[in-house]
Every structure is written in C-alpha cells, then in structure tokens.
C-alpha cells in the first residue's frame, strides 16, 4: 500500500521525498501487468503492455479477493497503438485514446495488442465498486468533449469526458482526458481543490525531452514535481493539482470519492496561491 504524506508534512519533505509520496513511476514495462495499490479512496493505478502473449489481470494479494473485479470497477485507456481488452470471453477492440469501463464483477480480464512491435499501452484506473454497472466501450470519437481556456492565457484545451454522471455509468469512477492544444502549456489554472474526491493525473504524449511542472499541496504552501512522459501526480482532498509543461501534452484525469459531480470543486484565487 502506497500512503501519501499529510498536508503538515509536506511542507517539509525534500524533493526525493515528495516524489516518492506524490509520483507514481515505471507503470508501462513491456510484456508485463504493473498494479499500484494507494491509500486516495483506495485507489489501484496501473499499466498493461502486452506484447506476443495476451497479458492476465489477477488480483493482488492486498485485495483479499478472488479476482480483480470481485468489489471493484475498472477504466482502461489506450494510451499507446491498437489493442483489445477482453472481459469474461468477450474482446474489446481499443484504438488510442479509447477508454473501456469494466463494472464489478467481471471474473477474467486479459489484455492484447494487435501488433507486438507497436503495442497497446492501457493505463488503468480501479476504484471499490457499491454497485455494478454493465462494461462499456467509450470510443473517443463518442466522448463528450468541450474546449476551455485560450491561446492568451497559455491554457487553451479539449476536455473530454468518458465515464462520468452524463456518460459511461460508474459506481464512483470519474474518467476523462485533457488535451493541451499546440502554444499552450498549462492545466487545470486558476486552481482548485476537491474537498470530497480524490484525484490522480497521468501525463502523457509529452516528447523524451519534455517535461511538465506539476503543483501540489495546500493553495499557500505549494511545491512542485518535475513529471515526464507516463508517469502519475496524485492529489488527496487538500492539495491542488495544476500543471505547466514545456510543450503541450495530454492528461488522464480520474477521480474517485463522495460523489460524480464533475463540478464540486473549490476553486482558488489566483491572488491565494503561494
């Protein structure tokens, strides 16, 4: 179990140390399954490269249960070329940027690329599930999409959302993707909290010589990591969770807690954050 620094110590930690509490690094090895299980709601993070060899989610033993999804939901992006996702016998094909919502339940998962020099790369998101919803292909041509920010402020942006209150039915799970449009470099600014939901970001389309700047902590003690390509800024109820990159990018935003209501936030003002 991954536990994260509290807000008074954070305030403290070096930088090796805040990147151990907030990061989450090395999910995408080729040829293997890699499961994070972390104290956010309980959340699991992880990442599937199948190559020649479909790959077997099993359940980890901090589970306590017989298979992966026997209390828990499931979203899955593909991140990386096609590939197929295949729950209780039946395969899902997933394109890029494709997310699949596997509902509580589902005994077998397996996970296959359509070519293995050019692999999928499916990022997954698993929250407890108090309910079971049907598994649902959400394609990224069907996903509900908007633009905010703009070209002046650095932050103009394409948020789709998949599995969300209007969308692809979940339990708790909140899922979407941001994508940076070119000139603009900064997410989620002016910057907010979630008092009642927890928060993970998966950065990813950023170039090897890339990185982006991401803020955590509480809005007058903030501290910052430097995240590069496929790797997670975790955010628990009290930090903000705002990003600057040296290019634009592409961001996994999923959320799991009290409620689905993509709105309940609190928004900081510019003039508070320090």
Known sequence: MHYLPDAERTKRLTTDELRSGFL????????????????????????????????KLEAPASFKSAYFAERRELGVLNVGAGGSVTVDGKAIHLA????????????????????????????????????????????????????LGSAERANQRCIAKYI???????????????????????????SHTHARRTEVY?????????????????????RHLIVRNEEVA????????????????????????????YTDMQSVDMGDLR
């Open 24 to 55: 989450v690094q090395d999910l995408f090895t080729p040829g293997t399954i890699a499961l994070r299980h972390i104290d956010l709601d309980r959340v699991v993070l992880g990442g599937a490269v199948p190559l020649g060899t479909p790959l």
């Open 96 to 147: 890029a940027r494709d997310v699949l919502y596997v509902g509580r339940g589902s005994r077998e998962v397996t996970f296959a690329s359509d070519d293995s020099d050019n692999p999928a790369r499916f990022y997954l998101v698993s929250y407890p599930a108090h309910a079971a919803h049907p598994t649902t292909l959400a394609a990224r041509a069907t996903a509900e999409s908007s633009e």
């Open 164 to 190: 969300h209150a209007a969308g692809v039915q979940s339990a708790q799970l909140v899922m979407g993707v941001t994508q940076l449009m070119p000139g603009s470099v900064w997410n989620t600014m002016p």
């Open 202 to 222: 998966l950065y990813f389309d950023l170039p090897s010589d890339a990185v982006v700047v991401h803020l955590v902590g509480e809005p007058s003690e903030t």
């Open 234 to 261: 975790l955010s628990p109820p009290w930090s903000v969770h705002s990003g600057c990159g040296t290019t634009n990018y592409a961001f996994c935003w999923a959320m799991g807690g009290e409620n689905q209501d």
